[in-house]
């Protein structure tokens, strides 16, 4: 799996949107990106993957760049509740593993 | 509903003792994932499973063992040669089909600790 470097933290104001980077230089033609977030001694919960095309769901935004090198998850209007820990991880569909780093734990401030 | 369980939540153990950690899921997935977690840092792979009887070595494998005998379910045994097993121990699994669909879902988690 290709390796992942984050951000160690960030801050963010209630009702802003957030933006988290993710550096995957290394990528290959057949991994995705997805993201994970994990609240505080909790299991990581999926947010959203994608390939090389802008993903949206009800929870956030992928926007991968066109060289697929790096991307940016987006929270749209963050609340005190998306505090927690990102993960950015890039694997193959059936790679049967992936590389979790330290992720990016993000504030989100009143 | 379906989903995947892990008991206990907490699990406290002797130092030499073998301890065995239980995993379950309801979610007809293929691949299933033992992963330990330390105060403050990500995730670190164990050993993964992506079909019945059949197992691989993750990041982290020595002094622990698996087994898969049945789809839903991936015990850990975390053994008394493993140095410092006081973690929290976190089970996932995902579809594996293939397709562009793998994410994966995760337990509420164990943390062990070895007294």
């Known amino acids: 799996d290709a390796k992942t470097t984050q951000p160690p933290s960030m801050d963010c104001a209630e009702g802003r949107a957030a933006n988290l980077p993710c550096n995957h230089s290394?990528?290959?033609?057949?991994?995705?990106v997805y993201w994970y977030r994990q609240i505080h001694s909790q299991g990581p919960q999926y947010i959203i993957h994608g390939l090389k095309n802008n993903e949206t769901n009800e929870m956030a935004s992928l926007i991968i760049t066109e060289d697929r090198k790096s991307s940016t998850l987006i929270l749209p209007h963050a609340t005190l509740r998306d505090t927690a820990v990102y993960y950015c991880i890039v694997t193959a569909t059936n790679a049967g593993k992936s590389t979790f780093g330290d992720g990016t734990t993000l504030t989100v401030k009143p | 509903d379906g989903g995947i369980t892990q008991s206990p939540k907490y699990l406290f153990r002797k130092e030499g003792q073998n301890v065995t950690l239980s995993c379950e899921q309801n979610l007809n997935h293929d691949a299933m994932y033992w992963y330990r977690q330390d105060p403050g840092q990500g995730l670190r792979l164990i050993y993964y499973s992506q079909i019945v009887n059949d197992f691989q070595k993750g990041d982290i494998a020595e002094g622990y063992s698996v087994s898969r005998e049945k789809k839903e379910s991936f015990p850990l045994t975390v053994t008394s040669a493993q140095k410092n097993p006081t973690a929290f121990y976190l089970c996932?699994?995902?579809?594996?089909?293939?397709?562009?669909?793998?994410?994966?879902?995760f337990g509420p988690g164990t943390r062990l600790t070895v007294l």
């Open positions: 996932a699994s995902s579809i594996n089909s293939g397709g562009r669909h793998n994410e994966q879902f």
């Open positions: 290394t990528i290959s033609g057949n991994e995705y």
